[in-house]
C-alpha cells in the first residue's frame, strides 16, 4: 500500500515563525503536492513538484516555499506564519498524469 | 481556481437508502476522479472515470460521466453509516504533472 506520512498531525506555532510541514511518501513517485483545506473554499493547490530540486507554484503560493532535496520528501516552509495561514495542510503524490493521487493524514496548523 | 463543482453541497439520508452526488467541471477532460474523506482525515480515491466511459462501477459505487454536458455524478446504493463522509470530484489540472484540481465537496450524512 502507498504510504503519504506527513511529520507532524497538529502544530500551534506563534506569528512570525518560521515553519517546516514534512512530508514523505514510500511510493517512488515523480510528483508531490501541497494543498490547503479551508471550510467552504476546498482544496486549494499551493505547489508541487513533478521531480527533485523542481517545482512549480499552484494556484495560492504567496506567503509558502517548498524544497525538495529527494524524491521521496516534499517539504512546506512558511518563512514567517500569520494567522491567516491556519489551516488543515494536505501533501499527496502520485505517479504521473491520470494516476491516483494518494494523500497523507494532514497537518493541523495554528497560528496564534 | 475551481474546476469542478459538486452538487448538493450537503445530503442527509437515512442507512439503506441510495445517495447521489453531482460534479460539474468547464473544461474538456480526459478522466474524471472521486475522492472521499472522512472528518478530519486525509482524502482516499475511490474511483477514475476515463472520457471515452459513460459509466464505471465498483462494489457499491457507480459514476458516470457525460462529457457533452460536461458533469458525472457519484450514486452510492445501499447506504451505510460508514459512508458518512465528504465526497469531491477531481479532474486534470491542465498540465502533465498529474495535477489535479478538487471541487468543494459534497458532505455526506447516513443516519443509522
Known amino acids: 500500500d502507498v504510504k503519504v506520512t506527513q511529520s507532524s498531525r497538529y502544530l500551534v506555532k506563534r506569528t512570525g515563525e518560521k515553519v517546516f510541514l514534512e512530508c514523505v511518501q514510500d511510493?517512488?513517485?515523480?510528483?508531490m503536492f501541497w494543498y490547503r483545506q479551508d471550510p467552504g473554499l476546498g482544496l486549494r493547490l499551493i505547489y508541487f513538484?513533478?521531480?527533485?530540486?523542481?517545482?512549480e507554484k499552484g494556484d495560492i503560493p504567496e506567503g509558502y516555499s517548498v524544497s525538495r532535496e529527494k524524491k521521496e520528501r516534499f517539504s512546506l516552509i512558511l518563512e514567517s506564519a500569520s494567522t491567516n495561514q491556519t489551516s488543515m495542510y494536505l501533501c499527496?503524490?502520485?505517479?504521473?498524469?491520470?494516476?491516483?493521487?494518494?494523500f497523507g493524514e494532514g497537518s493541523w496548523l495554528t497560528v496564534v | 481556481s475551481q474546476q469542478g463543482e459538486e452538487d448538493p453541497q450537503a445530503l442527509s439520508i437515512q442507512e439503506g437508502e441510495n445517495a447521489t452526488m453531482n460534479c460539474s467541471y468547464k473544461?474538456?477532460?480526459?478522466?474524471l476522479q472521486w475522492y472521499r474523506q472522512n472528518s478530519g482525515r486525509g482524502l482516499v480515491h475511490l474511483i477514475l472515470?476515463?472520457?471515452?466511459?459513460r459509466e464505471k462501477h465498483s462494489g457499491r459505487l457507480r459514476v458516470t460521466l457525460d462529457t457533452s454536458k460536461k458533469s458525472s455524478s457519484l450514486l452510492i446504493t445501499a447506504s451505510r453509516a460508514a459512508d458518512t463522509a465528504s465526497y469531491f470530484c477531481?479532474?486534470?489540472?491542465?498540465?502533465?504533472?498529474?495535477?489535479?484540481?478538487f471541487g468543494q465537496g459534497t458532505i455526506l450524512t447516513v443516519h443509522p
Open positions: 499527496a503524490s502520485s505517479g504521473g498524469q491520470g494516476n491516483t493521487i494518494y
Open positions: 511510493m517512488d513517485h515523480e510528483n
Open positions: 513538484s513533478y521531480d527533485v530540486k523542481m517545482k
Open positions: 473544461t474538456s477532460i480526459n478522466n
Open positions: 472515470i476515463r472520457s471515452n466511459e
Open positions: 477531481a479532474t486534470p489540472g491542465g498540465t502533465s504533472y498529474g495535477k489535479l484540481t
